[in-house]
């Protein structure tokens, strides 16, 4: 699996020291998790817990409709 930090790709031990020093300078200290369509379920709440082991306690999921996000939210 792969993991990306802004958009970079970053070894999995490395994750969560990279969102730290990120965070450090945020005012808003949150986290946006998403999960490619072929993401275990499991993947995703492994890192949810590293996140929160890691007291990062604000974490966004971010979903798609089936079928992909299409159309205009109108």
């Known amino acids: 699996s792969k993991l ?3 958009a970079k790709l970053v070894p999995e031990g490395d994750v969560i020291t990279r ?3 990120i965070l450090e300078t945020k005012a808003d200290k949150i986290v946006y998790l998403k999960g490619d369509k072929d993401a275990p379920y499991s993947a995703i709440m492994k890192m949810m817990d590293a996140l929160r082991g890691a007291g990062i306690e604000t974490v966004g999921l971010i979903t798609e409709k089936k079928g ?3 159309g205009g939210g109108n």
């Open 4 to 6: 990306y930090v802004n």
């Open 19 to 21: 969102l730290q020093t």
């Open 68 to 70: 992909g996000n299409i």
